[in-house]
């Protein structure tokens, strides 16, 4: 029998909903905390929260929970505020809890779900969702069974059935008491199955997630409309909304390894099947706690997940964030300048301090010693400071000026992993890491060029140039690169260092200009303006250099290393970019000033 629907006007029902707040907290524990929940009166005010299908939601950005109370009163469930409240809490503190497990859940389901990866989310969801109600149930003694009751649709598709029965088993209750007729019996070893992954994989739900839709996906399979029915449900859809979760560049060891449960060794209840004894390390063998990764992703499998986990940002943003997780293991020291020497502060003295500096200048602990009654600007002072040689000299990090080839002939870095790119990326992390600064500029042809606003520390605003693509011809922008160092508003006394990232296209940086001046000219006066030298990052073939004498492209590399001082170095692969930033780093800038490094 289906609840009746409330009859008491909103500001009553939302009253009663904030007088329940305190005991749904209080049924996960006495001291969990979140923020009050955020409750709708209007669709127009649920939209904008970003609530649209659903009756409530959660987002991970800000531990908010988000009711759309006119649904809640339609859907007659304006009596069940502390099961729908603490069952929102329970997606904070206990599944998923935070946007990374939520995003490795619906990583493990994509790879269980061939042919209908799309709905991972939802998956992910009702699998939540069981261990959440589970717990509610039977430890909170809540009436999560009557919430089924009110929801469950007129025509429950066999998916449905499944869900609805994997409570009943789970509950003790009778066979077709929520509501779905049931004659199939593989429906029901399958739920017996289901019931099992909650209760088993309950502590680590992120490990039987992969089992979890290995289970489902016959169901969605059968379904032309696989989670038809379900949206009420969605609550966590778009939970990781202004959040980047971390750590996903990279699979787990054991991600691809979706067992269906009835293949699974720990839920076999035959004392025949073996158990690894590494499913559960001992306290004892602490590197088996560590996490252990798996091969890397793909920027576009990356970004597939980011946006199942229901981050929105730009394809840009995506490859700029997955290079950057990528290059973060992989920093290398970035060269530097031996300045004068350093100098160290050294205090001076006292003098009054008054309400018009700024407050991190007073020094409490002296105004307080000159007189224990405090009164600012009378008795309130701060400490002066002097400077004092050090003994050590200053290092000043070079600056890097990276130009990355984006034509067509360039691997493109968001649909596949670019070494090139992510020897940039690497390379830009540590110059700022240094305390370098950087300028990106990506190029193709002479009217296809993004670049950074000058030299920046901004990370993401670097990564994005560097991980952008613009597929058009091959044309070097020799002009961008004559007025950064060359031109009237050139930096001066800053030591630079010049990298490109290109293939045998490198080649058109030697061109003429468009003031008929000859590349080879323009790039010798830089190197000599910049003073930190210059890096030819290249995806070539391993015989490049046998073909000088065929190519003119490989030509110009050989005569740019020999003749001008360019360091070339043919990255194509993951063994070559570690080859690469290995050389990079063993090489030390330690010439007298005005000699130009070799890298």
Not at 18 to 44: D, G, K, Q, V
Not at 258 to 273: K, Q
Not at 536 to 561: C, F, G, M, Q
């Amino acid at each position: 029998m289906r609840p009746k629907k409330s009859s008491l006007p909103l500001p009553e029902l939302v009253e009663r909903w904030r007088e329940a707040w305190p005991h749904a907290l209080e049924t996960w524990s006495r001291f969990t905390r979140l923020s009050p929940p955020r409750f709708c009166l209007t669709a127009a005010e649920a939209k904008a929260e970003g609530l649209v299908e659903s009756f409530a939601m959660i987002r991970f950005s800000d531990q908010a929970i988000v009711v759309h109370m006119p649904e809640i009163r339609a859907k007659g469930l304006g009596d069940h505020a502390l099961e729908i409240l603490a069952h929102e809490i329970g997606h904070h503190v206990l599944a998923p809890a935070n946007l990374n497990q939520h995003a490795r859940v619906i990583a493990r389901m994509r790879r269980a779900l061939p042919t209908v990866e799309a709905q991972a989310p939802m998956v992910a969801n009702l699998y939540t969702d069981l261990l959440i109600n589970d717990r509610l149930k039977r430890v909170a003694r809540l009436r999560m069974d009557d919430v089924y009751r009110a929801l469950r649709p007129s025509r429950p598709s066999k998916l449905w059935q499944l869900y609805l029965r994997i409570y009943e088993l789970s509950w003790a209750l009778e066979r077709g008491e929520l509501g779905a007729p049931f004659q199939d019996d593989r429906i029901e070893g399958d739920a017996l199955l289901g019931m099992r992954v909650i209760r088993s994989y309950a502590a680590d739900f992120v490990r039987g997630a992969g089992g979890f839709a290995a289970l489902v996906l016959p169901y969605l399979l059968d379904q032309k409309v696989p989670t038809a029915g379900f949206d009420p449900f969605g609550d966590t859809l778009n939970a990781g909304a202004g959040g980047v979760p971390d750590g996903l560049a990279g699979e787990e060891a054991d991600e691809g390894e979706a067992v269906h449960p009835a293949l699974d060794p720990f839920l076999s209840e035959d004392e025949d099947v073996e158990v690894d004894a590494d499913v559960e390390p001992r306290p004892e063998d602490p590197e088996k706690h560590t996490q252990a990764s798996g091969q890397a992703r793909t920027p576009f499998v990356f970004g597939e997940i980011l946006r199942a986990a229901g981050v929105v940002l730009p394809d840009d943003e995506i490859a700029a964030r997955y290079y950057r997780e990528r290059a973060l293991p992989h920093l290398v020291p970035f060269p530097s300048r031996r300045g004068r020497e350093s100098k160290d502060p050294l205090p001076e003295g006292l003098e009054p301090w008054d309400i018009g500096h700024p407050l991190d200048q007073a020094d409490w602990l002296e105004s307080i010693l000159q007189s224990p009654r405090v009164v600012p600007g009378m008795t309130t002072v701060q400490r002066v400071w002097g400077t004092a040689e050090g003994r050590e000299p200053e290092r000043i990090p070079l600056d890097l000026d990276i130009y990355v080839d984006s034509s067509g002939s360039m691997p493109h870095p968001y649909a596949q992993v670019s070494y090139l790119t992510l020897a940039g990326a690497i390379m830009a992390l540590s110059a700022l890491r240094a305390g370098a600064r950087v300028q990106a500029v990506l190029w193709a042809d002479k009217r296809q060029v993004l670049s950074t606003d000058g030299f920046v520390r901004d990370e993401l605003a670097i990564l994005r140039v560097l991980a952008g693509y613009f597929g058009g011809g091959t044309q070097f922008p020799i002009p961008h690169m004559r007025k950064t160092h060359l031109g009237n508003r050139a930096r001066r006394g800053r030591p630079t260092h010049v990298m490109v990232i290109s293939d045998d296209g490198v080649s058109t940086m030697f061109d003429q200009d468009e003031l008929g001046q000859s590349g080879w000219d323009v790039a010798r006066a830089v190197l000599d303006a910049v003073g930190g030298g210059g890096t030819l990052v290249l995806n070539l073939p391993e015989t490049w250099e046998s073909l000088a004498d065929k190519a003119a492209p490989y030509a110009a590399i050989v005569r740019a290393r020999d003749e001008l001082g360019f360091a070339v170095h043919r990255v194509s692969s993951w063994l070559d970019l570690v080859e690469f930033a290995r050389e990079f780093s063993r090489k030390n800038y330690a010439g007298p000033p005005g000699e130009r490094p070799r890298w």
